[in-house]
């Protein structure tokens, strides 16, 4: 068979949609010659007439009207040869008439309809054909074999400590199930209230429970580490406080040590930090001492010097004199055969200097030699003997002396007159500082011996001053220790104090964090059973009222004991919210009682919408205080820009309120209510009539109805979780007695907010 469901509509979907759907069913199965499925189901029925065509397929084959001029152009041009082949006229009533009987051959009709209600009734009435012409399929609620075998089918992809717990927990769902179903029939006997199970609720409750169990386990573990880290960083911190006072302990006496080696330090400083200041001050005076006979000596070699520098100017004349001389000068000097007195008397003194025997043959002899020159050159000028300087003086003496009368008889005899007058200058000179030569020698031999004598001292200066700069060292690292020590002394004290503030701050806290381990410890134990119940109540539990809620919750909890599942005997469903959460419901309106903070739980846990019966309007204005900040749209149905709010929420991840609803929602809300989303391109998509929407998981969708007691058929019931938020006696004595306690008792009221 070719598969043609008739699937989600959109909100526009009307007859001539609908039956351009079933022309192009009957063409496929006319024309093509091929079996042909058209499946719809009564929440598609959006219209009466569509049972009218329907009824006409079925008592007839076809559709008054419903083919147009080229319809029927394709189905002679397609029908023709088959007419042929069947053997019969080909004749257009023939051919047409052939068309139908391959319709009512291959077309395949499908009608999944609800039997509740009056509508089933009345349609029956209107359409006789639905049950003259077609064979009724009746589905009976699944019988306890089925239901079990579900299941255990689920169950064994889930790890569990036992085969028995298994096959337990299998059986403790069959009971809820069947329990609700007989809690509904007592429910509507006694309150005239309708609730349907089904098995989608049954596969709901399997589903939630794997969820929750998995959930509620990490969850548990998660506040168990927590706890758990927090009792062992109070041990820890015990441990350190026991550290921290033997620390102190220890420090106390290396604390004493250390001020007393430190006193004993500066008591040596201060000693050793005197006797370096006392030999400062001799140090000081011997650089005084030292100081005024260099300044003597300094004075008498400047005496020296300026007499020296006196005759200098003249030697260095003679000298540029004996330098300019020639070897031609003084073949010059030795042509004369018979020397005029002058030249003689030159050349004498000359021989005087050098030491050599007075005469014109010694002369003559003497200039004869090359190193004449050198020989005047390298006289020693500083030791001429005095006996030698006594007869050198008639030459000086005399008047015929004189380089300017030499030079007009010999230009060279000038020169060596020039150098022996130097000479003889410059050693009355030498004779003259030969005193203070020797008071200098004398003073710089004091300056030496003072000199040695200030070294010594400045030695031993040295040495105290190291020692005594090695004790400051030591001092300021004892000074140093001692602080370090005193700081850390001070810190242990302020963490010890600090830590036994916190140890005492939470010691009550540490009782109640043990207390809450054991009890997440035995919550895990139960979890099993526990999330059973859990997944039950948000399941099945929304549109009863507490008197319901908790006869079945004690119904499966003594079933449990039965089975022997671990579970906790005092759960109830308001246990599985923080009270954190729970404390933020009450600030955005919610009421304080059990069953509402019940129905917040729901609300909070279904995989499905939820679709609020509120006849007193608490759960609308609850929905929208939470949301507001979100950005919360809120429509109705009869709206007319609904689905293009909805659509557009869906994109962007807004919360969506339709609120005001009757006893039945517009089909095109379906994909909605199912969570049709699937993958498209990388994107999640959800197909909103006919358009195709990007899907944001931040999107939510709630439903309030104000029907005080409405009647919601089986097929809505399954794709919205249904919460009953009626206010009973009960429950207004709850809310009045919260707020009595606001009003009365505020402080109780604030403590309860603290803690």
Not at 370 to 381: C, E, S
Not at 404 to 427: E, F, G, H, P
Not at 552 to 568: A, E, H, Q, S, Y
Not at 570 to 588: D, H, P, Y
Request: glycine letters at 4%; charged letters at 30%.
């Amino acid at each position: 068979y070719q598969r043609r469901v008739h699937g989600a509509i959109s909100r526009n979907y009307g007859v001539a949609e609908f039956r351009e759907d079933l022309k192009h069913v009957l063409l496929d199965a006319g024309c093509e010659d091929r079996p042909v499925v058209f499946l719809i189901n009564d929440t598609q029925l959006s219209r009466e007439q569509f049972l009218e065509d329907i009824n006409n397929v079925l008592n007839t084959g076809e559709v008054p009207n419903l083919m147009q001029s080229e319809d029927y152009e394709r189905i002679m041009s397609s029908v023709r040869d088959k007419v042929k082949q069947a053997g019969k006229p080909e004749t257009r009533d023939v051919i047409l008439s052939h068309f139908v009987h391959l319709c009512r051959e291959n077309l395949h009709l499908i009608l999944a309809m609800s039997p509740i209600g009056d509508k089933f009734r009345t349609r029956l009435r209107m359409f006789p054909s639905i049950v003259n012409c077609m064979t009724i399929d009746w589905y009976n609620k699944w019988p306890e074999e089925a239901l079990l075998s579900v299941a255990q089918r689920c169950f064994d992809k889930v790890e569990f400590s036992s085969k028995q717990l298994r096959e337990s927990l299998c059986q403790i769902c069959v009971y809820i199930h069947q329990s609700v179903q007989e809690t509904s029939e007592e429910f509507y006997n006694e309150l005239r209230r309708r609730n349907y199970t089904t098995p989608t609720s049954y596969l709901e409750l399997i589903n939630l429970y794997m969820t929750m169990l998995e959930e509620q386990h990490n969850s548990l573990m998660d506040q168990t580490q927590r706890f758990q880290g927090g009792l062992d960083k109070l041990r820890q911190t015990g441990d350190l406080v026991d550290d921290m006072e033997q620390d102190l302990k220890r420090m106390q006496p290396i604390l004493e040590q250390a001020a007393r080696d430190t006193a004993t330090l500066m008591v040596q400083l201060e000693k050793d930090q005197k006797v370096a200041a006392e030999a400062r001050v001799v140090c000081v005076k011997e650089e005084k001492d030292c100081q005024v006979i260099m300044d003597e000596a300094s004075a008498i070699r400047d005496s020296c010097q300026a007499d020296v520098d006196k005759a200098m100017p003249a030697y260095y004349q003679a000298l540029e004199a004996l330098n300019s001389l020639n070897k031609k000068d003084i073949d010059e000097i030795k042509s004369f055969a018979t020397p005029p007195d002058k030249v003689k008397l030159v050349m004498d003194a000359v021989l005087l200097v050098l030491k050599e025997k007075p005469g014109w043959d010694s002369a003559k002899r003497l200039m004869s030699d090359t190193g004449f020159l050198a020989r005047l050159h390298a006289v020693d000028k500083d030791n001429i003997p005095e006996a030698l300087l006594k007869k050198l003086q008639k030459y000086i003496e005399n008047e015929e002396f004189q380089p300017d009368l030499i030079r007009k008889t010999s230009l060279a005899c000038m020169s060596l007159c020039m150098w022996v007058r130097a000479i003889d200058n410059y050693a009355k000179v030498v004779k003259n500082v030969e005193p203070k030569k020797l008071k200098l020698k004398a003073a710089e031999e004091k300056l030496d011996v003072a000199k040695s004598k200030l070294r010594l001292k400045q030695e031993e200066l040295a040495q105290q001053e190291a020692k005594v700069a090695r004790l400051q060292h030591q001092y300021q690292e004892s000074i140093e220790k001692k602080k370090s020590l005193e700081a850390e002394m001070k810190q242990t004290e302020v963490r010890l104090g600090r830590a036994s503030k916190l140890i005492n701050g939470l010691a009550d806290e540490r009782v109640r964090w043990d207390q809450t381990v054991v009890k997440l410890e035995s919550e895990k134990d139960n979890l099993v059973g526990n999330m059973v119940l859990a997944a039950g109540a948000v399941a099945y539990v929304g549109p009863f009222t507490s008197k319901y809620r908790e006869k079945l919750m004690n119904g499966w909890i003594r079933r449990c004991k039965t089975l022997r599942i671990p579970v906790d005997e005092s759960f109830q469903l308001e246990s599985l919210t923080e009270a954190v959460k729970v404390r933020g419901w009450g600030l955005k309106g919610l009421p304080m009682d059990a069953v509402s903070i019940q129905n917040g739980t729901i609300q909070s846990r279904a995989r499905r919408w939820c679709l609020c019966i509120d006849p007193q309007g608490q759960a609308n204005q609850w929905i929208r205080n939470t949301e507001r900040d979100k950005g919360l749209k809120i429509i109705k149905l009869n709206d007319q820009n609904m689905l293009r709010t909805l659509e557009q929420a869906i994109r962007v991840g807004v919360p969506v309120l339709l609120e005001n609803v009757g006893e039945s929602l517009d089909p095109a809300l379906d994909p909605v209510l199912q969570k049709q989303i699937y993958r498209q391109g990388g994107r999640m998509v959800l197909k909103l009539g006919d358009t195709d929407v990007d899907y944001d998981n931040n999107f939510r969708f709630y439903i309030t109805t104000k029907l005080p007691n409405p009647h919601y058929m089986p097929e809505l019931q399954i794709r919205t979780t249904i919460i009953n938020f009626t206010v009973t006696a009960k429950g207004l004595e709850d809310q009045l007695l919260v707020d009595v306690v606001r009003c009365e008792k505020k402080k109780k009221k604030k403590k309860k907010k603290k803690l």
